[in-house]
T-cell receptor, first 114, second 115 residues
Framework: DSGVTQTPKHLITATGQRVTLRCSPR?????VYWYQQSLDQGLQFLIQ???????AKGNILERFSAQQFPDLHSELNLSSLELGDSALYFC?????????????FGPGTRLLVL | AQSVTQLDSQVPVFEEAPVELRCNYS??????LFWYVQYPNQGLQLLLK??????LVKGINGFEAEFNKSQTSFHLRKPSVHISDTAEYFC?????????????FGKGTRLSVIA
């Protein structure tokens, strides 16, 4: 158990819908990262937040957005869902964002868009 | 832009045999390199990372990797594998500005250890 929790574990929805994925980082970790793992695209870095502020952006679609709240949990919002958005979405956390810090990954949320 | 190529999508190996999982990267700037393991139905776990210094990096579970700048490679090795090493392994790269955030991942190598 990495200490990073993600809810829900599984999510099934329809095209065009909107969903919210939640991530609670390890106690004391200020940085949160989101990744997408799909059969087509493999593993992709989406976005990083540090203490409530966006710090780095990867291959995140405009239909997707994220935020980190004052209690440091984070939410990833996916809207106008398409079949290709079906994937495993991982959250990770670390104490800060320096090179010395190790990221700890949550178990992921598996999203299926029908 | 950076890219990572994992040359083998699947690697079967007998228990207690050595294994090497290959990773090559492409980047116009200096990079940090990572290896992650993903066990079935679990998240990623960091095995090891190269930031600077010695090119031979030792990680958890007896794994090690060697950074070769001239060949732009970061191959993962273990001298004797166990059944429990059966998993998917991902090589990743980030640039110096991104710190510990792996930005680009390889497609993964599925290691199957056979008893």
């Amino acid at each position: 158990d990495s200490g990073v929790t993600q809810t829900p574990k599984h999510l099934i929805t329809a095209t065009g819908q909107r969903v919210t994925l939640r991530c609670s980082p390890r106690s004391g970790d200020l940085s949160v990262y989101w990744y997408q793992q799909s059969l087509d695209q493999g593993l992709q870095f989406l976005i990083q937040y540090y203490n409530g502020e966006e710090r780095a952006k990867g291959n995140i679609l405009e239909r997707f957005s994220a935020q980190q709240f004052p209690d440091l949990h984070s939410e990833l919002n996916l809207s106008s869902l398409e079949l290709g958005d079906s994937a495993l979405y991982f959250c990770a956390s670390s104490v800060s964002r320096t090179k010395q810090e190790t990221q700890y990954f949550g178990p992921g949320t598996r999203l299926l868009v029908l | 832009a950076q890219s990572v190529t994992q040359l083998d999508s699947q690697v079967p190996v007998f228990e207690e045999a050595p294994v090497e999982l290959r990773c090559n990267y492409s980047s116009s700037v200096s990079v940090y390199l990572f290896w992650y393991v993903q066990y079935p139905n679990q998240g990623l776990q960091l095995l090891l990372k190269y930031l600077s210094g010695s090119t031979l990096v030792k990680g958890i579970n007896g794994f090690e990797a060697e950074f070769n700048k001239s060949q732009t490679s970061f191959h993962l090795r273990k001298p004797s594998v166990h059944i429990s090493d059966t998993a998917e392994y991902f090589c990743a790269v980030s640039d110096l500005n991104s710190g510990n955030t792996p930005l680009v991942f390889g497609k993964g190598t599925r290691l199957s250890v056979i008893a």
